[in-house]
């Protein structure tokens, strides 16, 4: 099987039962991405398809021979950090770190989503969506972390998605 | 050799006198980059060269029984398989918390024990093979109601921290007082869920055993795999450089120990990953408590009497209790005081340490009931507190090394706003729903333990920290770099820590809040030695000398730490033991949690809307990742207060909602802006550096002000935790 991951291509030979998980795990040595619960109940696996954050232990592997993969490695590298990545850091977006590469995959699939207009569960309106650290909590709840450092990551992707407090508070109220 | 045990204080450390800054800054992490970026390697993950096995693990389905047979031909004839080990003798039941678990799977004594592994060339077919192997059991009835077993309860083991303890006659100051609370308190079976599942790779080269995994203390672990491997401790490595979280369940899992013995028999690495629901049954859960509460107070509100007895559960063969009343027993003062705790064994997974075992569920119970006692009273809860605080441990009448909770309550009461939270319940309104404020004292007590770190400053100026101390979460790699780079004046780029690996020095290791103290103190201490030789060479006193920035400054002279070591690295072993201190003080941490929440007067459900924890917990070493620690813990308190339940079904003796979609955690949107606010006192009696414990501080008493708060929002006590909305519902006043 062939798969485009971080914009490079990987020939694999993967069991056709693997997940998308696992192949990267596995089969191409990308361990960023984490195995919390292989349940799609964590949000630990979160890698970005074609720009969609999806949860890579629900999906066969099989099936994504066609797609974009961008995984944490992709996003930025520990000497050239994505915005997002040094946002966790500045806020100290964790603790032990093994939710992280999900948190952040998600956090930047969640604002292309708020980007696109995409209403939450929380959003005022259905037509027209702005930001608030309401809409973050909401929107981010697919990605548990067990050392709880949610208000710390709300910080980190409030700060990358430009709210500027003033605006948050607006928002929030 | 820096060697110190704590049967004084210490008369002065080089890190005191430092200038270079960084002690206590709000560093970011140091290892924060290899995190976010995805190249931090966990356990599992460790890169391995040549073929590499995949285990899975077999568990069987029934609570208690003899297995009379199993079947693994099925499994055997799978593509890929290797090996499929039911026959060892060494397979162990569950997880080793301090001494190796029970091996032997004939007999069951828990629901989903584990009784083998099956090897295979990938994930994939490891797993269909464990699933295809069959067994047949003789099941027995099992035992999986506590309160049922009373009678038969026993009491605190002879090794355990807390044993049963009176002073005074509590029937009689119930009796004789004008105001009594007399309430049971319980708290359900909760797990540890850490993001990471136990994973473990073995690796054999000839007789020693490389065991990669993610493990708490792992000169402890090396000991107990040892055993239950069969082979020498001297004969095994364990490295966990990085670890998905620990919260007290990773001392040595079960995967570990298969890992080892399935590498042994295939001839190559095997790699085992517990599964998430494996994880419920076969690593040690908090027990679920029954906990009554018996307080007296005389008209004016000062308590005449303190009674916490409990009821827990504990597996077959587990030597742990939980020591639920451990915060009760010096939080308050009261002439009369009773402490005990029943046993009661189930046909269970043994019960074991989660987070702040004793204070995460003991101060739910006291802390609400301390605000009932107040209510009756008709007194602020914080006056009465501040009322009943104790001069000297009332227990053992030591004093206190430090005690700031009046100042944590009085700090935070300000900074909350308290003044404003109306002292009768139901009375604010906002919409459909019902706002209230509630406060706890948080308390737990402060550990130290034998830990050992060297420290070898370079000819290049640079400095290395070594010791086999783990991060699991908690800071340790930037604040031991932090400690070393204040002590000997460098630049925090120029110290590199490595940690994790039993090759290098014993450390504490994590657990019990003591991590920081003991690794933290080992680190300092190992410093002096290097200070010393330096200030030799610059042939001065160590206190006349001033390290900064690379450079030794002595005398009117400036010479760079390069110069001085020479070509020679300087390199010291620093010890810290606990001493005589631990008996002649009292050592807590203290602190007041504070929680406002709306309850919905239609459903029942409750948001929290802002915390606020006020912590007194020595010197604080580095304010960010301190505030993180703290907020962790006050989280831990929404959950415990509600939403954690492991639900066990009666007739099975299985827990119904083993994952993470039913096991509900707190997530994002539970959780609201959190404010947290640090007192500083620098323990001096507590250990060199002055530190004391805080990951588990921050959960004492959380969970309780977010209950307190919704009694005072909307005037049910619900004394069930944890506090779904069906429990306030029925309660809720007519609208
Ligand atoms: S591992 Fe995929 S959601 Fe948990
Ligand atoms: S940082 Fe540990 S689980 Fe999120």
Known sequence: MQFTINGETHDVEPDIRASLLDVLREHVGLTGTKKGCDHGQCGACTVLVNGRRINSCLTLAVMHQDDDILTIEGLGSADNLHPMQAAFVKHDGYQCGYCTPGQICSAVGMLD?????????????????????????ERMSGNLCRCSAYPNIVDAISEVSGLTPAQKEAADA | MADFKMDADHSGLALERGVQGVLGAGLDRSEGALKVSGVARYGYEHPLAGEVAYGYLITAPAAKGRITGFDTDTARGLPGVLDVIVDDPRIPRQAAAFVPAHAGNDEIDHWDQIVGVAVATSFEAARDAAKSVTMTIAPEQGHFDTMAGVGDASGPPKDSRLQDMAKGDIDAAMADAAVTIDQVYT?????????????????????????????????AAKGILAKSVGIEADKVRILSPYIGGGFGGK????????????????????????????????????????????LAADKDGKLTALAHDSVVSQGPDGGFMEPVALGSIALYDAPVRHFTHKIVTLDMVQAGAVRAPGEAVGMLALETAI?????????????????????????????????????????????FGWANRASQPGQVRDGEWLIGMGMAAAVRINLLVDSQARVTLSPDGRARIETDMTD???????????????????????????????DLPPGAGSGGSFGAASAGSSVALACEDIVATLAERMQADPKDMTLKDGHAIAGNRRVPLSELVGSEPLAALGKISQGSNAKTFSQAAHGAQFAEVAVN??????????????????????????????????????????????????????????????????????????????????????????????????????????????????GVRVRDFPLTLDKILGGLPDM
């Open chain 2, 601 to 714: 007067s239609v459903t029942g459900e409750v948001r929290v809307r802002r915390m606020l924890g006020v912590f007194e917990a020595g010197r604080i070493l580095n304010a960010k990742l301190a505030r993180s620690q703290a907020i962790g813990g006050m989280i831990w308190g929404i959950g415990y207060a509600l939403m954690e339940e492991a639900v066990l079904d009666q007739r099975h003796g299985a827990f119904v909602n083993h994952d993470l979609g039913e096991y509900h955690i707190p997530s994002h949107a539970d959780v609201p802006p959190l404010d947290v606010l640090f007192v500083e006192h620098i323990d001096r009696h507590a250990n060199p550096i002055g530190v004391k414990g805080l990951g588990e501080l921050s959960i004492s008493g959380a969970g309780a002000a977010v209950t307190n708060a919704i009694y005072n929002a909307c």
């Open chain 2, 251 to 294: 001392m040595l899992g079960p995967e570990a120990v298969l890992a080892a013995i399935a590498a042994q028999k295939v001839g190559r690495p095997v790699k085992i990953a517990m599964a998430r629901s494996q994880l419920f049954h076969n690593v040690y859960r908090r027990t679920d408590t029954h906990q009554r509460i018996r």
């Open chain 2, 472 to 502: 699991i979460g908690t800071g340790t790699y930037t604040i031991l770099g932090q400690i070393a780079a204040e002590s000997l004046g460098l630049p925090m780029d120029c110290v590199d820590v490595i940690l994790g690996d039993t």
């Open chain 2, 187 to 219: 708290t359900p079976n909760q797990v540890h869920a850490a993001m990471e599942p136990h994973a473990s790779v073995a690796v054999w080269e000839g007789d020693t055993l490389t065991l990669h995994s993610s493990l708490q203390i792992l000169h």
């Open chain 1, 113 to 137: 989503e708020v980007k696109k207009g995409w209403p939450s569960h929380v959003s005022d309106k259905l037509d027209s969506v702005s930001l608030s650290n309401d809409e973050i909590s």
């Open chain 2, 371 to 415: 605000d009932e006692l107040a209510e009756a009273l008709g007194r602020d809860p914080i006056d009465f507190r501040k009322l009943n605080e104790p001069p000297v441990d009332p227990m053992t009448g030591a004093p206190f090394s430090t005690r700031a909770l009046v100042e944590c309550l009085d700090k935070g009461a300000e900074r």
